[in-house]
């Protein structure tokens, strides 16, 4: 008799069904790492959008507005401290990073700032980073009326 050596269909059924969980459970940690990632993206550029900031705090006279225009641009006008380059593009990369557009919430005074980005790992936080020096996660974003992370 004349046998062939060679695996069966089921045995290449299981190893088929083996590597497709491994396969499975492997791409959802990749997306879990992908949020962290990102999360960890928001919360760099907000530190460094704080850091520049307090640069432009000193070189202008201890204030966080020049000139009367508050430190959170309108939309109507291109001025503000957060306008300015650094700040700007510290901003838009959070807001990239959020995966929400303009998801970045900025409120000031001529004293006081703060700006709150959403995370991607929970839709229901926001990081926060205000003139103080606070630098934390939150469940809701600043707004006009209270200009400290809560």
Same mark, same amino acid.
Not at 24 to 50: E, F, P, Y
Not at 87 to 112: E, H, K, M
């Given at each position: 008799?004349?046998? $062939? $050596? ?10 088929i ?7 499975a ?8 790492? $992908? ?14 959008? $704080? ?52 998801g ?47």
């Amino acid at each position: 008799m004349n046998y $062939r $050596r060679g695996f069966t269909l089921i045995e290449l059924l299981v190893v088929i069904a083996i590597i497709g969980i491994l396969s499975a459970i492997v791409l959802a940690s990749l997306n879990t790492a $992908r949020g962290k990632a990102q999360d960890s993206a928001i919360k760099a550029n907000l530190s460094g959008m $704080r850091a520049a900031a307090e640069l432009y705090y000193d070189s202008n006279g201890q204030s966080y507005s020049a000139f009367g225009v508050a430190a959170c641009p309108a939309a109507s006008t291109a001025t503000g401290m957060f306008y300015t380059s650094p700040i700007a593009n510290a901003t838009a990369a959070a807001n990239t990073a959020s995966g929400v557009g303009s998801g970045a919430v900025c409120q000031s005074s001529t004293s006081a700032w703060a700006v709150s980005s959403p995370l991607r790992t929970t839709t229901t936080s926001y990081w926060c980073v205000d003139s103080t020096g606070k630098s934390q996660q939150q469940s809701l974003p600043v707004s006009s009326t209270n200009l400290q992370c809560l």
